[in-house]
């Protein structure tokens, strides 16, 4: 699985943005594919759970920091990803890191393939 992450980039604070996570994201299975995530990771922070969406979309998770300002989507068909990010503010500045892997989690060592990350900067 090839995760590749779009999107980022600089922004005022109140400001959006929306990022796109392309990747084949079926599984082996039939009509199985796989649960996606995005983490954050800020300089000299830990890696940080933003939200996670379930292979069919019926199950999305959010970190508390991001809920009520970012939304989470899917298209299987496009085999893409979204996070539609809005009232960024600066805490938000990182980088976005797209994942997948077999199960819905907050915790990133669930998921087994990983994109290369995108920046999102804010500024106040």
């Known amino acids: 699985v090839s995760l590749v992450e779009s999107g980022g980039g600089k922004v005022q604070a109140g400001g959006s943005l929306r990022l796109s996570c392309v990747g084949i994201?079926?599984?082996?299975?039939?009509?199985?594919?796989?649960?996606m995530a995005w983490f954050r990771q800020a300089p000299g922070k830990e890696r940080e759970f933003v939200a996670a969406i379930s292979g069919s979309a019926e199950t999305i998770y959010y970190g508390d920091s991001v809920k009520g300002r970012f939304s989470l989507s899917r298209d299987n068909g496009k085999n893409t990803m979204y996070l539609q990010m809005n009232n960024l503010q600066p805490g938000d500045t990182a980088v976005y890191y797209c994942?997948?892997?077999?199960?819905?989690?907050?915790?990133?060592?669930?998921?087994?393939?990983w994109g290369q990350g995108t920046q999102v900067t804010v500024s106040s």
């Open positions: 994942a997948a892997g077999g199960m819905t989690a907050v915790v990133a060592d669930v998921y087994d393939y």
């Open positions: 994201v079926r599984t082996s299975a039939i009509n199985m594919f796989y649960s």
